[in-house]
C-alpha cells in the first residue's frame, strides 16, 4: 500500500532531479534579475519627473511582479523538462489566477496611492474631501471586486467545487433564488458605497451629527462608516443609514458655520449695554471671521428673557472655541457690571413671618 510512497520505487533518477533543480533555479534566477534591472530602470524614470503619482504605482506593484517573474519563469523551465511540466500543470490551475489577482490588487491600490498624494490640498477643504472619498470608494469597491473574481477562478479549479456549481447551474431557478437571497445585504452595501461615491451626502473629514452624535467621519467602506467623537470614541454606523434616513452634517459646503451663545436673564436687564460689550468682544477676537455678529431678544417671559449671541467663524473647531470664550466672558461681564440681570428665585416671606410673629 505504502509502496508508491517509497523514494526508492519512483520512477526520478538522482541525475535528472539535479537537472530539474538547476534548470529551475536558473530560470528563477534570471527572471529576479531581469526584474531587478526592470525596475531599477522604471524608479530612475519616476524620479525624474515631478509627480509622485509613478513612484507610487512602481513601487506598489513592484513585488507582486517579482513573483509573477518567477512563475512565468518556472512556466518556461516546465516546457522544456518533462519532470516540472507534470507539477506545474497541477500548481498552475491555482498560481495564476492568484498571482494575476495579486498583481491587479495592488495595482489598484496603487493608482488610488499615487491619485491621493498627487491631488495634495488645494486650499479648499471641501473639494479635497470629497476627492478623497472618491478615491477610497470606488478603490474599495474594485479590489472587493477582484478578491471575489481571483477566489472564484482557484474555487473552480477545485473538482468538487466545479461539480457543485454545474449542479446548480441545473436547478438554475433556485439557486438564483438562494444567491440572491443571500446576497442580497451584500448587495445592497455595495449599491450605498457607490451611491456615497456619487453622490457624496458625507465625505472623509465631514463633521457629521448623527443620533444625537457628533463627529468626524474617519472611514468610508462599503458596508459602514466610522465616526470619531470629540472624546476619542469611534461610531461605526451602517452606510445605508446615512442614505436611508437623515442626519446633519455641518461640513457640507463648507466648514464655515453661525453659532449661538443663549443667555437667560432677568427682565430688568438692560440690552443695550450688552450688546455693545458683546460686538466689543467677539470684533477684538481674532477666531471671529468678520461675517455673522448679531445679539437678539429672541424670547419674553414673565421671569425671563431670553437672549441669543450670534456669531461665525472660519471653521467648525474656532466656532465652538469662540462660543465657549463669548459665554465665560458675558456671564463674568453681567455679573460685575449689572448682577440684577442674573435670574434668582425670589420667595415673599412677609405673610409668613406676620403669621409666626401673630402666634
Not at 143 to 157: D, E, Q, R
Amino acid at each position: 500500500m505504502f509502496d508508491r510512497y517509497d523514494p526508492a520505487n519512483w520512477p526520478i533518477s538522482a541525475e535528472g532531479l539535479i537537472h530539474t533543480l538547476i534548470a529551475l533555479a536558473a530560470s528563477i534566477l534570471i527572471a529576479v534579475v531581469i526584474h531587478w534591472i526592470v525596475f531599477a530602470i522604471m524608479r530612475r524614470i519616476a524620479r525624474t519627473s515631478t509627480s509622485v503619482f509613478d513612484d507610487v504605482l512602481v513601487e506598489a506593484v513592484r513585488k507582486p511582479l517579482r513573483w509573477a517573474a518567477i512563475a512565468f519563469a518556472v512556466a518556461i523551465s516546465a516546457e522544456n523538462d518533462a519532470l516540472t511540466g507534470r507539477g506545474w500543470d497541477i500548481l498552475t490551475r491555482f498560481l495564476i489566477p492568484a498571482v494575476v489577482g495579486w498583481v491587479a490588487y495592488s495595482a489598484v491600490r496603487g493608482l488610488a496611492l499615487g491619485f491621493e498624494r498627487q491631488i495634495g490640498f488645494s486650499g479648499d477643504p471641501v473639494a479635497h474631501r470629497g476627492r478623497l472619498t472618491r478615491i477610497a470608494i470606488l478603490s474599495r469597491t474594485v479590489k472587493v471586486g477582484i478578491v471575489i473574481i481571483t477566489i472564484s477562478l482557484i474555487m473552480l479549479n477545485i473538482p468538487g467545487v466545479r461539480d457543485v456549481g454545474t449542479t446548480m447551474l441545473a436547478s438554475a431557478g433556485l439557486a438564483a433564488l438562494a444567491v440572491g437571497a443571500a446576497a442580497q445585504p451584500a448587495l445592497k452595501s455595495l449599491i450605498a458605497g457607490l451611491q456615497m461615491a456619487l453622490t457624496q451626502p458625507l465625505r472623509i473629514g465631514d463633521l457629521v451629527k448623527v443620533d444625537d452624535q457628533a463627529g468626524r467621519v474617519e472611514e468610508i467602506r462599503m458596508s459602514f462608516v466610522t465616526v470619531r467623537t470629540w472624546d476619542e470614541r469611534v461610531l461605526v454606523v451602517p452606510t445605508t443609514r446615512f442614505l436611508d434616513q437623515s442626519f446633519e452634517n455641518w461640513s457640507r459646503v463648507s466648514e464655515r458655520l453661525t453659532g449661538p451663545v443663549m443667555l437667560h436673564l432677568d427682565p430688568i436687564a438692560e440690552i443695550d449695554p450688552i450688546r455693545e460689550e458683546f460686538e466689543r468682544f467677539v470684533q477684538s477676537n481674532p477666531l471671529w471671521d468678520g461675517r455673522n455678529l448679531e445679539l437678539l431678544m429672541t424670547e419674553a417671559y414673565p421671569e425671563s428673557v431670553e437672549l441669543r449671541l450670534s456669531m461665525s467663524a472660519e471653521t467648525i473647531g474656532d466656532l465652538w472655541t469662540l462660543r465657549c470664550e463669548v459665554r465665560e466672558h458675558m456671564l463674568g461681564w453681567i455679573k460685575q457690571n449689572q448682577p440684577d440681570a442674573l435670574i434668582r428665585h425670589r420667595l415673599e416671606v412677609e405673610a409668613a413671618n406676620q403669621r409666626a410673629t401673630g402666634a
